[in-house]
C-alpha cells in the first residue's frame, strides 16, 4: 500500500489550498483518515480526522476554516483550508491509522508529506 500526498505550496494569507492524500494497492478497508501537520523542532500535531461513517474533528486552531472530507470509492482524503494564517505553515502528512488490507493485516499508513506556506 502506497500512499501519495498532494496539494501543498505557496499561499497568501487568507487565501486557499486543498491538499490530497489518495492511497493505492490492496486495500480492503480504510476506517479513519486523518491530517497532522508539523513545524521544524515541534511536535506533529493532529488537526483533523474523519471516520468511515464520516464523523470529523478539528483541532481548535482550525475549526470554521479547514474542512476534511473523503471519498471512499477512490480510498482518498481531502483537507480544504481556507483563510490560511502565517501560523498554518507547516509540513502536512496524512495519516490511515486503521488500514486493513487484502490479507486481512489492519496497518498504519503516512503519507510522505506535503509543504504548505503561507506567506505574503
Known amino acids: 500500500v502506497q500512499l501519495q500526498a498532494s496539494g501543498g505550496g505557496l499561499v497568501q494569507p487568507g487565501g486557499s489550498l486543498r491538499l490530497s492524500c489518495a492511497a493505492s494497492?490492496?486495500?480492503?478497508?480504510?476506517?479513519?483518515m486523518a491530517w497532522y501537520r508539523q513545524v521544524p523542532g515541534k511536535q506533529r500535531e493532529l488537526v483533523a480526522t474523519?471516520?468511515?461513517?464520516?464523523?470529523?474533528n478539528y483541532a481548535d486552531s482550525v475549526k470554521g476554516r479547514f474542512t476534511i472530507s473523503r471519498d471512499n470509492a477512490k480510498n482518498t482524503v481531502y483537507l480544504q483550508m481556507n483563510s490560511l494564517k502565517p501560523e498554518d505553515t507547516a509540513v502536512y502528512y496524512c495519516?490511515?491509522?486503521?488500514?486493513?488490507?487484502?490479507?486481512?493485516?489492519?496497518?498504519?499508513?503516512w503519507g510522505q508529506g506535503t509543504l504548505v506556506t503561507v506567506s505574503s
Open positions: 495519516n490511515l491509522p486503521d488500514l486493513r488490507d487484502l490479507g486481512g493485516t489492519w496497518r498504519n499508513y
Open positions: 494497492g490492496p486495500i480492503f478497508s480504510i476506517n479513519r
Open positions: 474523519i471516520t468511515s461513517g464520516g464523523n470529523t
